[in-house]
């Protein structure tokens, strides 16, 4: 079992930064893909980004590429996704994910979330 917990959310004017953390806890955790999932709304929940084991190799979703940043801290056990130029869509609840080995772009094959933390980005 792998216990996540978010951290971080809150309001911010569009163009402004937030950087949320995912702190795990449990079984080993470089065992573990990692990543970070939203869902606005009204609306499915989907992938924004994912980290592998080592912190090595990264993935992102088009909609946040060049404007968003996710890493881990391994010695941690934390992972980050920085936000930076945030706009009124980029408004949802943020999960954070983890994965045995690997962590993929489809929500209904993780193994473990978090509760989620609130962004949500003011026009």
């Known amino acids: 079992q792998v216990q996540l917990v978010e951290s971080g959310g809150g309001l911010v004017q569009a163009g402004g930064s937030l950087r949320l953390s995912c702190a795990a806890s449990g079984r080993t955790v470089t065992n573990y893909g990692m990543g970070w999932f939203r869902q606005a709304p009204g609306k499915e929940r989907e992938f924004v980004a994912t980290?592998?084991?080592?912190?090595?190799?990264?993935s992102y979703a088009d909609s946040v590429k060049g404007r968003f940043t996710i890493s881990r801290d391994n010695a941690k056990n934390t992972m980050y996704l920085q936000m930076n130029s945030l706009k009124p869509e980029d408004t949802a609840v943020y999960y954070c994910a983890a994965d045995w080995m690997a962590m993929g772009p489809i929500p209904s094959s993780v193994l473990y979330w978090g509760k989620g933390t609130l962004v949500t980005v003011s026009s």
């Open positions: 980290v592998s084991r080592t912190g090595g190799s990264t």
